[in-house]
């Protein structure tokens, strides 16, 4: 499955974003999704997850209560809401993949990947 995410932008701190993440190539139903982020410097850090039932969600604890994943499978697509954004959230935000019903947030767990796209929050 192709990965495409999209949304990024930028925003000044207690503002709002959505990013989607569009797949192609085959269906999405039986895939948990992540997403991912990397700021300058830092390693790619896990930020939240949703399996493909939707019964099933994982926040990062930074994010937590701010952020929101879901998806539409018939769009093949999959949404992260982020709201309350603070400068710290700067990076580029990554959608992942996986063939399986359980999500994790370990990185190495994932092989289809996104290209990537840029939020900045200005404070």
């Known amino acids: 499955v192709q990965l495409q995410a999209s949304g990024g932008g930028l925003v000044q701190a207690g503002g709002s974003l959505r990013l989607s993440c569009a797949a192609s190539?085959?269906?999405?139903?039986?895939?948990?999704v992540a997403w991912f982020r990397q700021a300058p410097g830092q390693e790619r850090a896990f930020v939240a997850a949703?399996?493909?039932?939707?019964?099933?969600?994982y926040y990062a604890p930074s994010v937590k209560g701010r952020f929101t994943v879901s998806r539409a499978n018939d769009k093949n697509t999959v949404y992260l809401q982020m709201d309350s954004l603070k400068p710290e959230d700067t990076a580029v935000y990554y959608c992942?993949?996986?063939?399986?019903?359980?999500?994790?947030?370990?990185?190495?767990?994932?092989?289809?990947w996104g290209q990537g796209t840029l939020v900045t929050v200005s404070s």
């Open positions: 992942a993949a996986r063939p399986h019903i359980l999500i994790t947030s370990q990185l190495k767990d994932y092989n289809n």
């Open positions: 949703i399996n493909w039932s939707r019964l099933s969600t």
């Open positions: 190539g085959r269906t999405f139903e039986d895939y948990s």
